[in-house]
C-alpha cells in the first residue's frame, strides 16, 4: 500500500502538472500556434504537457531531494531546446558525427547537459566516488530511455508508470521519488493517449530524469551497476529499442 508520504509525493507531482498545463493553455506565449505539432498520423497536437510534467516533475521532486530536482529541470531545459530547435535526427551517432563535423546539434547539446546534470545529481546523492559515476549514468540514461520509447502516444508516460510502480515498495526517498515521476506520467496519460498532447523531449526526459533519480535514492552499488549496464545497452541499441517501443499495442 503506498504510504503518506509517497502519496503526498505523487499527489504534488500530478497537480502541479495540471495547472502548469491549464495555465499555459489559458494564456500560451507566443500564441497557441506555436504550441502546436503534428503528430505520427498527422493530428493537431498541443505541446503544453511537456513543460508542465517538466515543472511538475521537478518541484516535486526537489523537495524529496533538492539534487533530483535540479537533474529533472535540467533535463527538461535540455529537452525543451531540442523540441525547439531539433532537427530530424536521431540517435548518438548522428549527433556525434555531426559534432565531429564542426556542427553542434540540439541533439548534442541535449546529450552533453543531461550527461552533465545527471553526474551532478548523482555526485550529490551519493557518497563513494563509483557510485556517484554509476548515479549519473543512471539518471542520465533513463532520461534518455523513456525518450526513445516516446514514440507514439502514451509509450513514454505509460513506461514511467509501470517502471516506477516497482519502486514504491521501497522504502525512503526511492519510493517518495517513484511517486514524483509517477504523479507527473498519470497526468499527462489520459490527454497523451487520446492523441490531444504529447509530451515531447521535454516531458519525456523530465519524467526519464525523475525515475532515474527514484533508482538511485533507491540502490546502492549493485542495484545501480545493474541499472547502469541497462540504459547503457539501451542506447547502444536505441533504434531496436524505439521500434519495439512502437510496436507495442496499448
Known sequence: MIGKREFRSFLLSAAVTRAGQALLRSDPP????????????????????????????????????????LAVLAAGVCGAYDDVAGDDRRGFRAHLRALRDGEVTSGAVKLFGISAAGLVAGALMKERPLDKLLAGIVIAGTAHFVNLVDVRPGRAAGAVLALGAPGLLRKGRGSELSAVAMGGAAAVLPDDLGERVMIGDTGAHALGAALGAAVVAGNRRAGLFVHAVAVVAAAVHGDRVSAWAGAVSV
Open 30 to 69: 507566443g500564441g497557441r500556434e506555436r504550441w502546436e505539432r503534428k503528430n505520427h498520423a498527422g493530428r493537431t497536437v498541443e505541446l503544453y504537457a511537456g513543460p508542465a510534467s517538466a515543472l511538475g516533475a521537478a518541484v516535486a521532486a526537489a523537495r524529496v531531494r533538492p539534487a533530483a530536482g
